[in-house]
């Protein structure tokens, strides 16, 4: 890794340890608690009739090492439900014709996970 992938690594993890909230990552049965942080942010969605709608996505960012609701690292699958302390779930979903998640770097070590509110 260069220099500078370390310092932008470094500063991600600043980020979450400043900013960040222990979350639990449920899918099916199972679930991790991972580092991360809630963000919000707006998307521009068009349909056929090309009426732009504004779309507010719940993002989290957080290491995608740490992304193991299973047992072992994987990418966020659609349908993966988020818990935050208040008890509020966020589910992955991807954007309008988009993804449900992006990597926040080139070295695929940060990601960013769309998910909209399902339970207050």
Do not use: W
């Amino acid at each position: 890794m260069s220099q500078f992938a370390e310092a932008v690594a470094a500063g991600q993890s600043a980020l979450r340890s400043f900013a960040g909230q222990t979350v639990i990552v449920h899918r099916g049965g199972a679930s991790c608690e991972v580092l991360a942080v809630q963000t919000r942010r707006p998307y521009e969605a068009a349909d056929e009739a090309g009426l732009v709608t504004i779309v507010l996505s719940e993002d989290f960012l957080l290491a995608a090492a740490d992304y193991q609701p299973t047992g072992a690292a994987s990418e966020p699958a659609v349908g993966d439900r988020i818990e935050i302390s208040s008890g509020d779930v966020f589910e992955v979903v991807p954007l309008a014709g988009g993804n449900h998640f992006d990597y926040r770097d080139a070295a695929k070590t940060e990601l960013r996970v769309h998910t909209k509110r399902v339970q207050c």
